[in-house]
């Protein structure tokens, strides 16, 4: 079941821990409270941009030159993605009815993936990020993430577990249509908990977001364009969708640590610093990863409003440092170099095999 607002609340610390004193810093510089204002603004803005390259669509009309508008179309997608992530976290609102509300008309109706899915998944890799056991993230996939899970691998698997690093980018390209089936799956599967009046009615209201936006996004390309045009333009839509979607998560964990299982339980501030990686930038890299190049922060205070996230990164970076805690960050095209490197290495032992 979806987590609530109420559950993504920063962890309590005991007095003495490592991550109290940050904690208390965060707090004092009102790094927590919410920015609605900001938020309004910004989904405002997305709206009118999405609804300006749709009027720039059907003023094109049924030629191929509208296909150039499936790139500023993607990466709005991608923007109205950052918003329903920001709603799962309660970024935006701590009332969960408001909360729910703008995931469900960000994602379910403006992207046709489910909301429910996404954070349910999502805030699990939150509790244990680069986790084997507990991180869906890291979970066995198409992708795998250590050299145990590639040597388990057989098949079809084993080849794309060899050449995984090579395959990366050209899998993004299809997260776009991934998601949406994901999202069809989840709201069609029946409930382990049957019994969730609440669940039920929620689920129904997914599924039925789901399929207005199917219709009117089917409506508005074979409205615009011919039969032919619209499947590549939906393709190559979600191609480029998927891609940058993909892109902006991709740099955040891979390559970095990983708790053994079996290992010493780590506290709330080792286990999100030592897994998380920032990526270096300015107001656009800022703006085209959604905030979630500062990570680390995100990771250790998922409440805080993504426009606070570069504002407590100068307080987080000096905690570690006093702790001699390591502090990853790197460039944006480091941080893809790690995250391909490590993936070659898991692939490494099946190469020589």
């Known amino acids: 079941m979806p987590q609530t607002p109420s559950m993504l609340a920063e962890p309590e610390q005991k007095t003495g821990s490592d991550f109290a004193p940050l904690l208390r810093a965060v707090k004092a510089q009102g790094l927590l409270e919410r920015r609605t204002g900001w938020y309004i603004l910004s989904m405002g803005v997305n709206l009118l941009t999405l609804a300006a390259t749709i009027a720039g ?71 244990n990020p680069n986790h084997v056991d507990k991180d869906p993230d890291v979970g066995v996939g198409v992708m795998v993430w250590t050299q145990k899970q590639a040597a388990e691998r057989e098949g079809l698997s084993r080849w794309l577990t060899r050449n995984q690093a090579r395959l990366f980018f050209p899998l993004l390209l299809l997260e776009g249509i991934a998601l949406k089936i994901y999202g069809f799956q989840t709201v069609l599967s029946r409930a382990e908990e049957d019994g969730c009046r609440q669940q039920g009615r929620e689920r129904a209201v997914e599924g039925l977001l789901l399929l207005v936006h199917l219709a009117g996004y089917a409506a508005l390309l074979l409205t615009v364009m011919s039969p032919g045009k619209a499947v590549v333009f939906a393709l190559v839509h979600h191609a ?114």
């Open 57 to 127: 669509m059907v003023l094109v009309g049924d030629s191929w030159w509208t296909l150039l508008l499936a790139l500023p179309l993607a990466v709005l997608w991608s923007r109205t993605a950052f918003f329903g992530h920001d709603a799962g976290h309660a970024q935006i609102s701590g009332d969960r009815r408001v909360s729910r509300a703008v995931g469900f008309f960000h994602s379910n109706l403006l992207l046709g993936m489910s909301y429910g899915w996404w954070n349910d998944k999502h805030n699990r890799h939150h509790a």
């Open 240 to 353: 480029l969708f998927g891609l940058h979607l993909g892109m902006t998560f991709a740099p955040n964990h891979k390559g970095m640590e990983m708790p053994d299982p079996d290992g010493e339980r780590w506290g709330h501030l080792q286990r999100q610093v030592l897994t998380s990686r920032n990526v270096r930038g300015g107001v656009l890299t800022d703006w085209l990863l959604g905030g979630l190049n500062y990570q680390i922060e995100h990771h250790l205070f998922p409440s805080m409003p993504r426009p606070h996230l570069r504002l407590a990164q100068s307080l987080v970076s000096a905690h570690c440092g006093s702790l001699g805690m390591p502090y990853a960050q790197t460039s944006l095209v480091d941080s893809y170099r790690q995250a391909l490197t490590h993936m070659h290495e898991v692939g490494a032992p099946l190469r020589t095999a």
